[in-house]
């Protein structure tokens, strides 16, 4: 049963614009909002969002309400990670640096869901953020979680001034003493136990080499990336009452009990028709890495 959007949540819009369109409505809290309703929100505020000037009050009011609608993303990805050992608050915040870089990237034009654009993003960014922090070093907590902090700050000026920002200007937007970033900098060098510009030699080496040119770039989202463009033809072929389930189970996020009230049956037969179908689309995704692996 379709249900309308809160109006505790969406007030009367009072956000003009100077592109004389409707104006966005006002969101009263972002965090709050259930997922179903961020994701029609969400495509009038990427619709806008690719007509306003970037510093306009507009376009940060679109931006900034994005990123709070769309947390829940995050925190779904970074669920994957709870048995890691690292506090979740981290992982999320980490998984937060991908939110915005998806927000900032994604094109409205290209009718692609947002959430599956921004997930190998999220997820891209966490699994960058575990295979770094292996300290090398005892540091102290105040200074590993300093290290969060001034990463996102980093981000978010590269992003905005188009260069790596000064000492100076992390610490303005970080709020902090210009000593306390300088610290957390020559603190997160502990995350490695050797220098990627650490000097190499050997018998066979032709002059002096570094550990960096033996070490690829790898974009660890692309995995990712190809999982969901293998499943998207496997999900086609389901029947609109499976692929309806499992939008509702892992796009809406909706419980088995409630999957079951909508479709008239028990949460333990949900339960099964769940398993039946990711065993379906598991069993298409193996044969699909088989048939690639005979053409080699």
């Known amino acids: 049963m379709e249900t309308t959007m809160s109006r505790t949540t969406v007030a009367e819009s009072t956000t003009g614009t100077a592109t004389g369109e409707d104006p966005l409505p006002t969101v009263v809290d972002p ?80 009718e692609v869901e947002f959430t599956s654009f921004a997930l190998p993003y999220i997820v891209g960014e966490i699994k960058r953020f575990f295979r770094d922090t292996t300290w090398a070093v005892h540091v102290p907590r105040r200074l590993q979680e300093l290290r969060v902090e001034l990463a996102k700050a980093r981000e978010e000026l590269s992003s905005r001034l188009d260069r790596d920002p000064t000492v100076a200007e992390l610490a303005t937007l970080m709020n902090l ?10 603190a997160a060098n502990g995350y490695n136990s050797s220098s990627l510009d650490a000097a190499l030699s050997g018998e066979d080496q032709d002059g002096e080499a570094v550990l960096s040119d033996f070490i690829g770039a790898e974009d660890e989202a692309m995995g990712l990336v190809e999982d969901f463009h293998t499943l998207a033809p496997l999900v086609a072929e389901l029947s609109e009452r499976d692929r309806r389930i499992i939008h509702m189970r892992f796009v809406e996020e909706a419980t088995q009990a409630d999957i ?22 598991r069993t298409g995704m193996l044969a699909d890495v088989d048939r690639v692996e005979s053409t080699r």
């Open 260 to 281: 079951g009230a909508q479709l008239g049956c028990s949460q333990m037969h949900v339960s099964r028709l769940i398993k039946r179908i990711i065993e379906q689309l």
């Open 177 to 186: 003493p210009e000593k306390d970033v300088v610290e957390a900098q020559i």
């Open 31 to 110: 965090r709050t909002v259930a997922p179903r309703d961020a994701r029609e929100l969400s495509r009038q505020f990427f619709q806008r969002l690719s007509v306003l000037e970037e510093g306009t009050h507009e376009y940060q009011y679109a931006r900034n309400t994005l990123i709070e609608m769309n947390m829940s993303l995050v925190r779904f990805a970074a669920g994957r990670f709870r048995n890691r050992g690292d506090d979740m608050e981290d992982i999320v915040q980490v998984g937060m640096i991908g939110l915005i870089k998806a927000i900032d990237r994604f094109e409205i034009s290209r």
